[in-house]
């Protein structure tokens, strides 16, 4: 069973910085798109930004330039580290990863969640 588990949630103030980080495990052959999502209360939930194996990358127009995904496929990582933070990105973030294991073909799993709060 793939497990994706997400941690570095908070409480922050406007402009300050938050580090969010996914690790995936379970019966992993390979990883291809990493992502994360977020939703915001009484509303949809969003892609943020996502990542394939190669390192090439796509945010949401939005949050360019504020918010970077990295990834360490040894590690089966991904990483957000978003800067300059605003009130209007309190969400739960989600994390999210199209997988294949040793006994199943691709297949989409998704983290748990981490709140992120900014607010004054």
């Known amino acids: 069973q793939v497990q994706l588990v997400e941690s570095g949630g908070g409480l922050v103030q406007p402009g300050e910085s938050l580090r969010l980080s996914c690790a995936a495990s379970g019966p992993i052959f390979s990883i291809d798109i990493m992502a994360w999502y977020r939703q915001a209360p009484g509303k949809q939930r969003e892609l943020v930004a996502g990542?394939?194996?190669?390192?090439?990358?796509d945010y949401a127009d939005s949050l360019k330039g504020r918010f970077t995904i990295s990834r360490d496929n040894a590690k089966n990582m991904v990483y957000l580290q978003m800067n300059s933070l605003k009130p209007e990105d309190t969400a739960v973030y989600y994390c999210?990863?199209?997988?294949?294991?040793?006994?199943?073909?691709?297949?989409?799993?998704w983290g748990q969640g981490t709140q992120v709060t900014v607010s004054s």
């Open positions: 990542i394939i194996t190669g390192g090439e990358a």
């Open positions: 999210n990863a199209r997988v294949f294991t040793t006994t199943s073909p691709w297949r989409t799993y």
